[in-house]
């Protein structure tokens, strides 16, 4: 099946704001997603590698500001 992915990216770091600990200028998710997306978000620059041993990664300021801005739009209520 064909999808977008860029929409399944956004959606995704959406929700890892969720689950975000923040921590300094960045933070800390959980990674409990699809292996492709957090390979994506990775080349964006806005997780660290989720190949690592580690079951989290950590999150570059700008990857938390965009997840913070991402999860208020698909998921907040005015």
Do not use: C, N
Not at 43 to 57: N, Y
Not at 58 to 66: F, I, L, P, R
Request: charged residues 35%; aromatic residues 12%; hydrophobic residues 35%.
């Amino acid at each position: 099946m064909d999808y977008d992915k860029d929409k399944v990216d956004e959606m995704t770091l959406a929700l890892l704001y969720l689950v975000m600990s923040r921590e300094g200028e960045g933070g800390q998710a959980w990674k409990t997603f699809e292996w492709a997306t957090m390979d994506r978000l990775h080349d964006k620059g806005w997780i660290s590698d989720p190949k690592r041993r580690s079951a989290s990664v950590w999150v570059s300021k700008e990857g938390a500001d965009k997840a913070e801005e991402l999860f208020r739009k698909h998921f907040g209520i005015e």
